[in-house]
């Protein structure tokens, strides 16, 4: 294992593990000791979006990695190998890497698909459930759901606008890349700005947790360098997971805490609340902000996962 050199990872250690069909992984691990936490990240995250997991003395053992083609990890010799599947393989390889027999898994956006599914197929190894931002069927929400009693848009039509939107990331990734790209080296001169106009910082975000916009600025550059046709073929592949049914998620027995943005349009407070209510053994939290949460509100995550990890008796 080496000391990070220069990935975009921030503090920590990556090293290069094999997922079980070959495929080269970019593995990141924080170095400290504590409760075993493994991050199963949105899409093409980083792992600099969780500042509250880096350093030695946070608290938790936590390892992730980037996604097969994205930040430094290769794309599989079968390029069909990019499904919530393959991602439950490769988080149960970089479990195995880590060598954490058990441990809490973290979901994100995508994640979240990956995270049910590794409860599904391998529950002695997850000893409970962070869920953020996503659904069970790894495909997002791009239409809005229309107010009672209008009916609502069927879900096969959702389905169907979701992988749209997907293909289009392909068309409209480069101009925001360039855009991103141009956003100054640090962001802590805006706090300034703020100050001369007048306005309080943590007005932008009532609970005071927000990360500093230099997080913010260096994960948004980061996503910026993937290959955004390749990115969009590994997001119409996480839309095509079946979704479980009722069944599965009810003998889903992790301790679980879903955790929703009541502003977050790709997975809206109440496919989040629908979510939390088929599991068995699920905590609802409702934060005030958008899809970005663990930015947003590093603070009151880090909290949500200390009482998940008294729930789990780690």
């Known amino acids: 294992m080496t000391a990070d050199g220069g990935t975009g990872d921030g503090d920590g250690h990556v090293e290069d593990v094999t997922a079980r069909d070959g495929t080269r992984l970019r593995r990141w691990d924080n170095g400290a000791a504590g409760v075993p936490v493994v991050v199963s990240n949105g899409l093409g995250a980083s792992p600099a979006a969780w500042p509250f997991l880096h350093g030695a003395h946070c608290g938790y053992h936590a390892t992730t990695w ?8 290769a794309r599989p010799e079968d390029e069909a190998h990019i499904r919530v599947d393959d991602h439950v393989d490769d988080l149960l390889t970089v479990m195995d890497a880590a060598g954490m027999s058990r441990a809490i898994v973290v979901g994100w956006s995508v994640g979240v698909a990956v995270a049910i599914e590794a409860a599904r197929r391998a529950p002695e190894r997850v000893a409970g459930l962070l869920l953020l931002g996503g659904a ?23 389905r169907g606008a979701a992988k749209v939107g997907g293909w289009l990331l392909r068309v409209v990734g480069p101009p925001v890349s360039g855009l991103i790209d141009l956003l100054p080296r640090s962001m802590d001169a ?7 106009a007048g306005m309080d910082p943590a007005q932008l975000d009532p609970t005071g947790t927000s990360a500093p916009f230099v997080t913010l600025a260096e ?5 910026a360098r993937h290959d955004w046709t390749w990115f969009s073929r590994m997001v119409l592949a ?16 992790a301790p679980t805490t879903v955790v929703s943005g009541d502003f977050d349009t790709l997975a809206p407070p109440a496919d989040m609340a629908a ?20 930015l947003q509100f590093p603070d009151a995550l880090a909290g949500e996962l200390e009482v998940l990890a008294r729930r789990a008796h780690l």
Do not use: M, Y
Not at 219 to 223: P, S
Not at 238 to 253: E, K, N, R, S, Y
Not at 275 to 293: E, I, K, Q, T
């Open 219 to 223: 994960v948004a550059r980061q996503f």
């Open 238 to 253: 996480a839309a095509d997971h079946a979704a479980p049914g009722d069944a599965a998620l009810a003998a889903i027995t």
């Open 66 to 73: 980037h996604h097969r083609g994205l930040g430094g990890s």
């Open 275 to 294: 979510l939390a209510a088929a599991l068995p053994d699920a905590r609802l939290v409702r934060l005030p902000g958008s899809h970005f949460l663990p």
């Open 136 to 158: 069970a069927t790894g495909a997002f929400r791009v239409l809005p759901r229309l107010p009672v009693p209008a009916p609502g848009v069927p879900e096969g039509v959702h």
């Open 190 to 196: 805006s706090r300034d700005a703020l100050d001369r």
